[in-house]
């Protein structure tokens, strides 16, 4: 059963930065796709960057591309998601979502097998 542990959230100013990391355990062979999503009260979950790491691909939504960075550092078992430039809309509940192999439609909940908890993200104007 693999297992997500998220950390790194806070409370940041606009224009501040966070590092947020997600613990994977019992992790199984072969290719997974690994995401983070965010979900603000009253709002849907949506999906914010994407990684496959059969072979290193990532994607992002539009609004947060070119401030945040999707990574992962095999040796530790975590992924991350540098988080550059916040700004107040960014607020919100982060969560680390995995499941086994490639695919389409990265940005559906639904096709994700395993969540974290979430970390929390407040970003003040």
């Known amino acids: 059963q693999v297992q997500l542990v998220e950390s790194g959230g806070g409370s940041v100013q606009a224009g501040g930065s966070l590092r947020l990391s997600c613990a994977v355990s019992?992790?199984?062979?072969?290719?997974?796709?690994m995401a983070w999503f965010r979900q603000a009260p009253g709002k849907e979950r949506e999906g914010v960057s994407y990684?496959?790491?059969?072979?290193?691909?990532?994607h992002y939504f539009d609004s947060v591309k070119g401030r945040f960075t999707i990574s992962r550092d095999n040796t530790k078992n975590t992924l991350y998601l540098q988080m550059n430039s916040l700004k107040p809309e960014d607020t919100a509940t982060y969560f680390c979502?995995?499941?086994?192999?490639?695919?389409?439609?990265?940005?559906?909940?639904?096709?994700?097998?395993?969540w974290g908890q979430g970390t929390q993200v407040t970003v003040s104007s």
């Open positions: 990684l496959y790491t059969g072979t290193g691909f990532t």
């Open positions: 019992g992790y199984t062979s072969g290719a997974y796709s």
């Open positions: 979502a995995a499941s086994p192999g490639g695919g389409y439609n990265w940005y559906r909940p639904d096709r994700y097998q395993y």
